[in-house]
């Protein structure tokens, strides 16, 4: 497995918080309710232990997920996760709809899919800006499954790959909404984005040597 450094890890949290930050913006807009995104933690993990840290914190039978594929400077792919409770709190806030309603399937799919895009595109968005590197985004689709099923149904799972693990708190009002941020990179592609890092830690820190001269 791919090492990374504490210095490494801060850097990619920080791009994280940055790009979350942009996207709770975003959402606010689209509510009279002000929303908060935070993301408390980012862990890495191989598969197996990925699974088996989801299983603690996820329904296994019952979630939904929105997922966004990325090329370029790194490839992969991201996923925004919600267990059920938690993605019908969402929607109704945001539709206005009754959690209780039977309408409210109706109109999940393209409403959480719209969330997860703005989620992870300020994401993508921010790494790629931070960095200074190219990444082109698939549209993104959505999904319900059990996360088993979910994680083996993406590709990239069947290759050597690296999973960063953010858990996303929104906060509005008294209500706690939690959903799970899964990068998803191959082995190469990650390798990548740590050297990127570096040479980013770097031409911060001669910028900061130059500055106190």
Avoid: W
């Avoid at 296994?60 to 594929?69: D, E, I, K, N, T």
């Avoid at 490839?75 to 806030?93: I, K, Q, R």
């Avoid at 895009?117 to 968005?125: A, E, F, K, P, R």
């Avoid at 693990?165 to 509005?172: G, K, P, S, Y």
Wanted: glycine share 8%.
């Amino acid at each position: 497995m791919t090492l990374i450094t504490e210095k490494q890890l801060d850097a990619l949290q920080e791009f994280i918080n940055i790009g979350i930050g942009r996207a709770a913006g975003m959402l606010n807009e689209m509510l009279d309710t002000p929303i908060q995104l935070c993301v408390p933690m980012l862990q890495m993990f191989e598969g197996a232990a990925l699974k088996q840290k989801l299983a603690q914190r996820l329904d296994p039978h019952h979630f939904s997920a929105v997922r966004l594929g990325f090329s370029g400077s790194f490839s992969g792919s991201a996923e925004l996760l919600f267990p059920t409770e938690s993605a019908s709190a969402l929607v109704a806030l945001l539709t206005g709809e009754d959690r209780d309603s039977p309408d409210l399937d109706g109109v999940k799919i393209g409403t959480l899919t719209e969330v997860g895009n703005i989620v992870i595109n300020g994401i993508l968005g921010s790494i790629s800006n931070l960095l200074s590197e190219h990444m082109s985004y698939a549209l993104p689709s959505y999904h319900e499954d059990t996360m088993e099923h979910l994680l083996l149904s993406n590709h990239l799972f069947k290759v050597d790959t690296i999973f960063l693990l953010a858990q996303a708190r929104f906060e509005i009002k008294q209500l706690e909404i939690v959903g799970e941020i899964i990068l998803i990179f191959e082995m190469t592609s990650f390798s990548e984005l740590l050297a990127c890092i570096d040479r980013e830690l770097a031409l911060i820190s001669q910028s900061s040597e130059k500055g106190a001269v």
